[in-house]
């Protein structure tokens, strides 16, 4: 009996960890996705200019933050989507063996040269696997130049959208709000140097 009884106080001590732990975890959500509240307002003014080079281009149907999105800038600090506050984001995944990444990455560069600013930046993160020496090279055979030079060598940036649903191969381009909001998304390459994507990128960043 007394065995019997321990067991029925453990297992209640359990249920007990876990709704505590489940609840704790909606709090987390319901809080990121209060702090999103006003992006619904950016995505309905974004939403018009999804359209020609731009149009596949998705609006988010919840804007929130995203957590996992981490990285490494040009001199190897830790970074995450945060470190942009302020500023519009056009995230972009790339890898050098993704042949779409490759050849719309002179586009993201181009884009970065005649939008970028203290309120806008193109934010392209390499995922290849191993050391800098092939993204590096790349970007110098291609004369990329303008973008800021970022690396997730562990693809765990790739793998965070993907459990978000946001990510189902390369290149994937997510639009954030200047609080680190998702207000658009989409996979596959695009013409980022268009009249379209200039258009849209100027809506998003309200310049």
């Known amino acids: 009996m007394i065995a019997a009884l321990g067991g029925l106080i453990a297992g209640a001590a359990a249920v007990y960890v876990r709704e505590s732990g489940s609840g704790n975890g909606a709090a987390v959500e319901t809080a990121g996705a209060k702090s999103c509240e006003a ?19 998705a609006p988010a149907s919840d804007p929130r933050p995203l957590p996992g999105l981490n990285f490494k800038g040009k001199d190897g600090k830790d970074m995450t989507i945060a470190d942009f506050t302020g500023k519009t984001v056009l995230l972009n995944l790339w890898a050098t063996w993704c042949v779409p990444c490759r050849e719309e990455m002179p586009a993201l560069n181009a884009l970065q040269q005649s939008a970028g600013s203290e309120k806008f930046e193109v934010v392209a993160v390499n995922i290849d696997i191993g050391g800098d020496e092939k993204p590096t090279a790349f970007l110098n055979e291609t004369g990329v130049h303008d973008l800021g030079y970022y690396r997730d060598a562990s693809m765990g940036v790739f793998n965070a959208l993907k459990t978000e649903g946001l990510a189902f191969g390369l290149p994937v381009t997510l639009l954030m ?31």
């Open 177 to 207: 709000d200047d609080k680190g909001c998702l207000i658009s998304s989409m996979n596959g390459p695009a013409a980022w140097d268009s009249e379209d994507a200039k258009a849209l990128v100027k809506a998003a960043a309200g310049s």
């Open 39 to 57: 992006a619904k307002d950016k995505v309905a003014a974004i939403t018009p200019f999804l359209k020609g080079q731009v149009a596949a281009m």
